[in-house]
């Protein structure tokens, strides 16, 4: 059967590289299989009661490969299988997937194209065990699923980051102020060891290797020694006091997260300001994080990931996410996808390098 009809939806948080993928799929479709692009705005939730669509043509995608964002929209609420809604105190959960699967057919869609990262991607395969051809693209600026070497987004986060850190030197310096910096990253730590190793953070602390106070102290009590009185810390918002949890900013009920990090940077600045190591100050990057520019690095795997995803539709593939090992596009069953979370090995590569150049984790 030649490819018709691709459906192609973002959902879960944003990040740089989307519209770049959007763009791929979009050209790819048209240009080698003359096949029709139809977007689904604001995730799973556009195929929701009266379909949200919109048609994708090349004109349409021109002028996206550098546009952050995703000019279909996204949300990490709406997961049709288990819909939230809040009514009063009342949380109610319902099963609106007969709906997605219906709009799919009457769409006339012949294969569906989510973009996201482990929510969306796991919605999809339920989906696709209910009859609908579904292949995920792996975007994520947390870079944290196992089955692919990077997710794009990620790449344009750590070079954020990486800018906020350089710029954060320099003024830490001038004030010989201690400054903490938090990274996103959710519950493992890739944004902060690379962006931190990347921009020279002294102290890096991460998900994955729980910290001691007293460890942090020691660290900036020897660089003082040395005539070094200012210092850069650099913490994921999923870092914890070793026997302690991360810190939480919000308990968002209607959401499929509903433990929202964040804080752990103010947090960290009160505990400091007890040991009279001088001034210290919180940075929280947030979303600048997941917005603007992508990166060349994220622009490309977009691009390869969307049109080997479109090559995959061609061929009859469904079922499974696109992803990037050892350089190269392939594909691997969904299911078997979405089982491990890929962390930062605490005796791996990363925190080995910045080890042997005296970074300390606080441990
Ligand atoms: O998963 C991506 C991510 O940016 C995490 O790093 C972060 O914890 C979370 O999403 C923030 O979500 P929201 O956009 O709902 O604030």
Redesign the pocket.
Known sequence: MPLKRIGVLTG??DCSGLNAAIRAVTRCAVYQYGATVVGIRDGFEGLLGTPRTLSLTQSMVRGLLARGGTILGST?KGDPFAYKSVEGDRVITTDRSDEVIENFRNLELDVLIVIG?DGTNAIGWKLHKRGVPVIGLPK???NDLDATDVTFGFDTAVNVVVEAIDRLQTTAESHHRIMVVET???NVGWIAVEAGLAGGAHIILIPEIPFEIEKIVEAIRKRRAKGRNFTIICVA?GAKLKGGNAVVDKIVRD?A?TI??GGISKTLVDWLEDYNLGECRATDLG?I??GGTPSAFDRNLATRLGVYAVHCAARGESGVLVVHKNTEASTISLGDALKKIRRVDPDGKWVKTARDIGVSFGD
């Open positions: 879960g948080g990490n990262g994520t600026i947390d996103m990253g959710r918002e959401s997260e929202r990090l979303h994080q997941r």
